[in-house]
């Protein structure tokens, strides 16, 4: 997942409000963010390594020497924004989303004499510079980038800065948002809409599926409608990615999951259980655990708190266990609210639970809390993601790990497993459960996270828990 932000300063200078923007995203925890500006001299780049250092310490001295009244930045897992030089001029670009033929594609471009220079640390090279280069050899910037969409398998939001304005188009399947502001001074377009109010822009428009826009100092032009329905919006936003200020298709994502830990305790309640205080593990699961806690008249607690401020909160290392480690790091007990206690805590999602399973046995247990039980906002996650960059294998989801015990082998598809009525899906929460030493385990509905939401679940992507493609 990456963050993008464009600005468009009508009085000539938009580089404040896009360094400010950008920073709105770094809860996307990530690895590179940059900025580039259209200034007098033409397109001036920068770009970081933030995973020690927060974005705004790194940028604070650039920014103030980016002068230009057309901007675009990114926070993100690549090195961007991408600059070239191509037929249609001098422009740069960002992107989020994931490309999944982005292989197929570069083995083609090159088959034509294409050379890529913007190569990643691991040395792969930059999905954002393959799609420069499929803008650069379309007959101008608009069909460019509706070849992009032709092209790719996946989904691809992008931002192209040029000379005359920035060119603004979202994915054609709508995984990810990206929405147009508007202030007294100018215009901009953002992943999340968090980036807007301090910034004092207010939300003008969504753009839809595939649709592209144009932003200038004379205003937003609609550059091609949509011709692809309402897509399908990543459930995920809503239930762990985004920020609480944030709204997508006008749906707030902390009333999203004040009404999902309303719909968990109201499944509880209907089975007499009961706890004494309802917790949540930091960040996303607090408010899942709030509307938990004000649906069941348990009272809210914090037994485990977060320590942020000397963790950068983009600071992801790459390995696995130092990242466990972190995590676990910044996340400290009370014991006087633990002791004795039967504690519920909601997080968003179990991933491969090495983190719940410490929490509770370090954490929780080890000061004296007389049960845990956990309750999860989405159903047991079973794919990794196929349309954004993923941390997740298949292999390492604990809902798979489970399996494994149970068939004693892979099983592609767990096809007995995704029917979250069948008896054995509720074998596989079992052995989760036993794996994360916890005294019960519900997972959220699949029906019930789309009615926490507002939309139909088909209306959205749900493919890491039904596998099926939207
Ligand atoms: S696969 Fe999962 S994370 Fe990826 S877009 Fe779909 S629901 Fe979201």
Partial sequence: MAGIFGAVSKQGNCAESLYYGIDYHSHLGTDYAGMAVFGEKGIERKIHDIRGENFRPKFQHDFPRMKGKYGIGVIGYDIQPVLLASRHGVFSIVMNGNVANLDEIV??????????????????ISPAEVMAELISRAPNLEAGIESIFERIKGSVSLLVLTRDGIFAARDRSGHSALVVG??????????????FPNLGFAPVFE??????????????QKIKESNNGSGHPCAFLWIYTSFPATSIE?????????????LLAKRDGA????????????????????????????????????????????????????RDLIAGMKLIAIPELIRGKRIVICDDSIVRGTQLRRLIKEKLLAHGAREVHL???????????????????????????????????????????????????AQMVETIRQDLGADSLVYQKLADMAAAIGLPADRMCTFCWTGKAS
């Fill in 107 to 124: 083995a083609e471009l090159q088959s034509q004499g294409a050379t890529f220079a913007e190569i990643q640390p691991d040395s792969s």
């Fill in 250 to 262: 006008g749906i707030n994502v902390e009333q999203a999951r004040y009404e999902s830990g309303r």
């Fill in 271 to 322: 089975a007499g259980f009961t706890a004494d205080i309802v917790a949540g593990v930091p960040d996303s699961g607090v408010g899942h655990a709030i509307g938990y806690a004000n649906k069941s008249g348990i009272p809210f607690a914090r037994p485990i708190v977060k320590y942020t401020p000397s963790w950068p909160r983009s600071y992801m290392p790459s390995d696995q266990s130092t």
């Fill in 375 to 425: 309750r999860i906002a989405c159903p047991p996650l079973m794919f990794p993601c196929i349309y954004n960059q993923s941390t997740r294998t298949t292999k390492e989801l604990a809902a798979r790990k489970a399996i494994r015990k149970l068939d004693g082998k892979d099983t592609p598809g767990c096809a007995a497993y995704l029917d979250q009525d069948a008896p054995a899906h």
């Fill in 207 to 220: 753009l839809r599926p595939g649709e592209i826009v144009k932003l200038s100092d004379s205003g937003v």
């Fill in 182 to 195: 508007r202030s007294e001074t100018g215009f901009a377009v953002t992943t999340e809409t968090t980036a």
